[in-house]
């Protein structure tokens, strides 16, 4: 018996659709699911931090103690990584002392762009949403950037003091039924975005980096969809009309609903390509992760980050 190959395509996007609705339609039970099989993996404590390694930042994981590994591909639902430099593991352990949950690449929109509804940008979240939900409540976003401030070099690093989202709001659409972190309030619809980046947590990593102080900066993120560069006009605009310091392809949703989720956030950019007076952008994939690979920068981040986190288990004396 011969199939039909049209009658064959026809069962393959409709399966393909029904699947895509069920996402849409149970996404907090998608959630519930990743998060289920994370605790009875890793155990049921909360983690103090959650910590996103962006693209070539997943070495900073090394520094990681007492790790406890999965890939993401063997967590049910959780969005698999697809760019060079993003590992998709996630990694249970402790940063000077301090319980982290660690999240070795992350999603970027412009990969799951075309994805039907709005499945995509739930996508992109769906990380910070199980963070949420395991009680973690804290959110610490890296990635990397070009720098538009004149006074940034390739290497440096921007404390993410406010940003300015270019990429579609997460929270647009079915309002979900999540509750804020550690309570059994629900979110809110109008999310208030002021102090998105926790004041204390950025000065303690202002603090972190003090060693550092001609590489560090604090400053605005802008964020695009991507994935192509920046023309001259764009940087131009970006930099003088805007007044942002970095631009990105990612961070900004993953704050908004972090936020949302009543998390606090931090954030730093890694600036890996910087943009001149007149607006050129040359940046190209090579370029940027040839920086992401310097030992020297690596060496920099480690320390920062460390430093961070033994800063932070100093300020909430917990013991170690
Ligand atoms: N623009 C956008 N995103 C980036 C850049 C850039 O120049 N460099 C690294 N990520």
């Known amino acids: 018996m011969f199939l039909n190959p049209g009658l064959f395509l026809g069962f393959m996007i409709t399966d393909y659709m029904e699947q895509a609705e069920d996402f849409r339609d149970n996404y907090e039970s998608k959630v519930a699911e990743a998060v289920n099989f994370i605790q009875m993996k890793f155990g049921f404590d909360e983690p103090e931090f959650g910590i996103v390694l962006g693209s070539g930042l997943g070495g900073l994981a090394d520094a990681i103690e007492n790790q ?4 993401y591909a063997e967590i049910p639902n959780f969005p698999r990584t697809g760019v060079e430099g993003h590992k998709g593991r996630l990694i249970k352990g402790t940063l ?44 610490f976003a890296t990635h990397a950037a070009g720098g538009l401030n ?37 979110t809110e619809r109008f999310q208030p975005m002021n102090n998105a980046y926790d004041p204390f947590l950025s000065d ?19 964020s695009v969809v991507g994935p192509s560069y920046e023309t001259e006009a764009e940087c131009i605009a970006f930099r003088d009309g805007l ?62 980050v460390s430093d961070f986190f033994a800063l932070y288990r100093e300020s909430h004396q917990q013991p170690l």
């Open 243 to 304: 007044h942002a310091d970095v631009v990105g392809m990612s961070v900004t949703p993953e704050v908004i609903v972090a936020r949302n989720r009543g998390m606090n956030c931090v954030g730093m950019s890694l600036i890996t390509n910087t943009v001149t007076a007149d607006g050129v952008n040359t940046a190209n994939h090579e370029e940027v992760m040839k920086v992401l690979n310097s030992a020297d920068v690596k060496l920099r981040l480690e320390t920062i």
């Open 204 to 222: 303690l990593l202002w603090t972190a980096a003090i060693d550092y102080q001609k590489y560090v900066h604090r400053g605005t993120l802008l």
């Open 96 to 139: 000077e002392g301090v319980s982290v949950i660690a999240l070795q690449g992350r999603k970027h929109y412009y990969e799951v762009a075309d994805e039907p509804f709005n499945n995509g940008m739930l996508k992109v979240v769906f990380p910070v949403h199980v963070l949420a939900n395991l009680g973690v409540k804290n959110y």
């Open 68 to 71: 406890q590994v999965v890939d």
């Open 150 to 186: 004149p006074n940034y070099k390739p290497g440096d690093i921007m404390i993410i003091e406010s940003h300015i989202n270019f990429l579609p709001n997460p929270l647009m659409g079915r309002k979900h039924n999540f509750f804020k972190v550690g309570t059994e309030d629900f």
